[in-house]
C-alpha cells in the first residue's frame, strides 16, 4: 500500500493518506514522550513493538466483538486503518491506584478498586490533558450522551477482556487509556489509536516489575526489554529474536600442504 501525504503527526505516531479514500496508514515512531511533552527521547525499536503488539491486542479485540479501527499490519512499523475522526478525549479505566489519581486524590499507591473507575481527560497538550466530567463532555459537545453511553460499556468489556488476557500470562492490567473515533463515512464510534505498553501500565503478576513506559517516565531504564518481554509472554515475539549471535571461537589458520 503507498503512503500518499501526511494527515496528521502526534508524539508518537503519524497519520498517511492512501489510496483507498475511507483508509489511512499509521506509522509508528520511536520517539518517547511524558509528562506533557517536557521529557523526550528516542528508544530504537519501541515503534516496531508498540506496532506489534497493538495489532495483537486489537485484532483479539475484534474477535471478542469490539470493533475498532484496525484493517491489518502492513510492515514492521505501519498499519492500515479506517480513516476516523479521533473524538478529543482520552479515556482511562483503572484497576490499581497509581499515576495521576494518587497525586490528584492522595489514595494509597497499590489500592486495588473494588470496581473499574472511568476517568475522562480533555486531549490538549497545551492545557496538560485536564480531567473532566461527562457534564463537560455533554455540555461543549464533544460527544453525545448517546455516544458516551456505548463507549463506557465498551470501555469496561475491553477492560474485562484485557484483564483476563494479561492475566493469563502473568501481568497485571493497572490502567489504560483508549481513544474512540467516529468512522468518516458512517459516524459510527469505534475504538482507535493504539494498545500498547506505551498507553497501559502492566505490572509483573509476581513482583510488580513495570513493565511499560512508566520505566522511561521515572528513569527505570531497560524500556525496550520490558516491551519485549510483554510481546514474548503474549506469544507475538519468538525466541530467536532475543537470541544474540553465539560466538564460535576462531578456527585455527590451518597451514596447506604444499603440494610436492
Ligand atoms: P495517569 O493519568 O495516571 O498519568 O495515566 C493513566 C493511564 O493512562 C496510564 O496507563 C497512562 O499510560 C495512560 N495515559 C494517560 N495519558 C496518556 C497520554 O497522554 N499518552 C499515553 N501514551 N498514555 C496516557
Not at 208 to 235: I, M, P, S, T, W
Request: hydrophobic share 35%; charged share 30%.
Amino acid at each position: 500500500m503507498k503512503k500518499g501525504k501526511k494527515l496528521y503527526e502526534g508524539k508518537a505516531k503519524i497519520i498517511y493518506a492512501c489510496a483507498e479514500k475511507n483508509l489511512v496508514i499509521q506509522h509508528f515512531k520511536d520517539d518517547a514522550t511524558a509528562f506533557n511533552n517536557q521529557k523526550k527521547s528516542v528508544i530504537e525499536g519501541k515503534g516496531i513493538l508498540n506496532n506489534r503488539i497493538s495489532e495483537h491486542i486489537l485484532t483479539c479485540l475484534s474477535q471478542a466483538g469490539i470493533k475498532n479501527h484496525l484493517v491489518k499490519r502492513i510492515n514492521m512499523r505501519e498499519q492500515l486503518i479506517k480513516y476516523v475522526s479521533i473524538i478529543p478525549i482520552e479515556f482511562i479505566v483503572r484497576n490499581i491506584a497509581t499515576g495521576s489519581l494518587t497525586k490528584r486524590l492522595g489514595i494509597e499507591e497499590g489500592t486495588v478498586l473494588d470496581n473499574p473507575l472511568i476517568e475522562y481527560c480533555l486531549k490538549d497538550d497545551k492545557l496538560g490533558d485536564p480531567l473532566i466530567s461527562k457534564e463537560h463532555i455533554l455540555t461543549f459537545k464533544w460527544a453525545t450522551k448517546k455516544e458516551i453511553e456505548k463507549i463506557d460499556k465498551q470501555l469496561n468489556r475491553i477492560n474485562d477482556f484485557l484483564v483476563g488476557m494479561f492475566r493469563g500470562v502473568g501481568i497485571k492490567l493497572v490502567d489504560f487509556k483508549v481513544e474512540f473515533g467516529r468512522l468518516k463515512n458512517s459516524n459510527e464510534v469505534i475504538l482507535a489509536d493504539e494498545i500498547s505498553p506505551d498507553t497501559c501500565r502492566l505490572w509483573d503478576m509476581n513482583t510488580d516489575k513495570k513493565l511499560d513506559k512508566d520505566r522511561f517516565r521515572n528513569n527505570l531504564g531497560n524500556l525496550v526489554e520490558a516491551y519485549q518481554d510483554v510481546a514474548r509472554r503474549l506469544g507475538i515475539l519468538h525466541e530467536q529474536s532475543n537470541i544474540r549471535p553465539i560466538k564460535f571461537p576462531r578456527p585455527k589458520a590451518v597451514k596447506l600442504k604444499k603440494n610436492k
